[in-house]
């Protein structure tokens, strides 16, 4: 068995204009040190954090593309999983393409234009570490549509949901499930984007990583060159804080152990 439930976040990376610039930005944030890996003639760094592969950094190609962090969803059949996309709704970027000995990979889009990746693991199956600080910890996509990616993620990856706050409400959150025998393993969330969000803003995901205290990663990331979007705030899940690297790649930060608030 896949140490990934078909369907679960198995990997994140971000795509930079300069991946050096990364390198300092995110090693002295999060902790990580990198080494080169890929595909022959590809640039492709993988970030580690004490020892175990939490993440990568990937240069821009083309300016045009955004700078951006992006999940991706295990899969044990990547050009199954690009069909049923295709069927629901969705559109396929990228691929499915095999990235030497790693694994095959697709960057797809659902039917709101967010874009999200699959992977299907070869020699690198994923995360060696995740829910700790300097790992990933949680992603969330921000819609307009929910009435299309609802299914659209049901069918594709087999999501049953349980609804958080008012459906049509101000609050309107699905946290998405998987089950894998017995268990019962939560892998994200889909919150519908209302008016007091910014009228441009794109349907999107955003990534969350762990950290050891919120309100110090945060003064960090400014010292860093990095913008705060969202200060930092308690939840019932941990305090967070929406943060802005220096290249322009948005992200979560959120300390699992600090929490106020009942679920």
Do not use: N
Request: charged share 20%; with cysteine; glycine share 14%.
């Amino acid at each position: 068995m896949s140490a990934f439930a078909v369907g679960a976040p198995c990997w994140v990376d971000a795509m930079l204009p300069d991946v050096a610039a990364g390198k300092r930005f995110y090693g002295e944030l999060l902790g990580w040190t990198f080494e080169d890996g890929g595909a022959p003639g590809t640039s492709y760094s993988l970030a580690l954090h004490d020892g175990g592969y939490v993440a990568a950094l990937i240069p821009k190609l083309d300016g045009r593309m955004p700078t951006t962090w992006t999940v991706y969803f295990a899969s044990d059949d990547v050009f199954r999983t690009a069909e049923a996309i295709r069927e629901a709704g969705g559109q396929i970027v990228t691929g499915p393409g095999q990235v030497g000995d790693f694994g095959t990979m697709v960057i797809a889009a659902d039917p709101s234009g967010a874009v999200f990746g699959v992977w299907q693991g070869g020699t690198h199956h994923g995360f060696d570490k995740r829910d700790e600080a300097g790992a990933f910890g949680w992603t969330e996509l921000y819609t307009r549509e929910k009435d299309a990616v609802d299914p659209f993620y049901r069918r594709v990856f087999g999501y049953e949901a349980e609804q958080i706050g008012e459906a049509g409400g101000d609050f309107d959150y699905e946290v998405w499930t998987l089950k894998r025998g017995s268990e019962i393993q939560y892998v994200g969330g889909r919150r519908q984007m209302g008016p007091d969000f910014p009228a441009g803003l794109p349907a999107h995901f955003t990534v969350y990583f762990v950290v050891d205290d919120c309100d110090t990663t945060v003064a960090t990331v400014r010292k860093l060159g990095g913008k705060v979007s969202t200060e930092p705030r308690d939840s019932p899940h941990g305090r967070w804080a929406s943060v802005i690297d220096d290249q322009g790649a948005h992200f979560t930060v959120i300390d699992i152990a600090t929490k106020a608030g009942e679920v």
